[in-house]
């Protein structure tokens, strides 16, 4: 990889998927946001394609009075040589943080449009999120290591 040259150059961003839908009755009390997302990635050097997938939510009370998902794709070219792990961290941290302001704003545009207060989603710390999903994994992993030797004890205090 030439050191002037970019890792990754973002190309293209499209909407994949749009939907929305709010109650007839739009509360004029609070409402809680809930907020989930998915980030999916496909590879085909030299092209990495990105999926952030992200639904929204608002409930009063128990009833979900407004839902939204949408999911908004980028393509990216990688400069060659790229090293796999540079390429999951970009998939995984870099891309889906490219992505969101575009979702953010379509969630943005949908709602103002549909007679409610506007949800401005705030901004997501992609960088946190990856690291508990890797303590996440390392806590399970322990977990299956303890429980392996654990059945290991086991069966030998049987025999």
Do not use: C
Not at 45 to 72: A, C, R
């Amino acid at each position: 990889m030439e050191s002037n040259q970019p890792p990754f150059t973002l190309q293209k961003v499209d909407l994949l998927e749009a939907s929305f839908r709010r109650n007839d009755v739009y509360p004029s009390e609070y409402v809680q946001n809930r907020l989930q997302l998915e980030i999916s990635r496909r590879t085909e050097l030299p092209l990495l394609f990105v999926i952030l997938e992200v639904e929204i939510w608002q409930e009063h009370g128990t009833d979900k009075v407004m839902e939204s998902k949408i999911k908004m794709g980028g393509q990216f070219s990688v400069a060659e040589g790229v090293d796999e792990k540079l390429l999951e961290n970009f998939s995984d941290i870099n891309a889906p943080a490219i992505l969101f302001p575009f979702v953010r704003e379509t969630i943005a545009s949908l709602t103002a449009r549909a007679g409610i207060p506007t949800v401005l989603v705030q901004p997501f710390n992609f960088v946190d999120m990856q690291r508990r999903k890797q303590n996440q994994a390392k806590e399970n992993q322990a977990d299956e290591e303890i429980s392996e030797d654990s059945e290991g004890i086991v069966e030998e205090s049987d025999k």
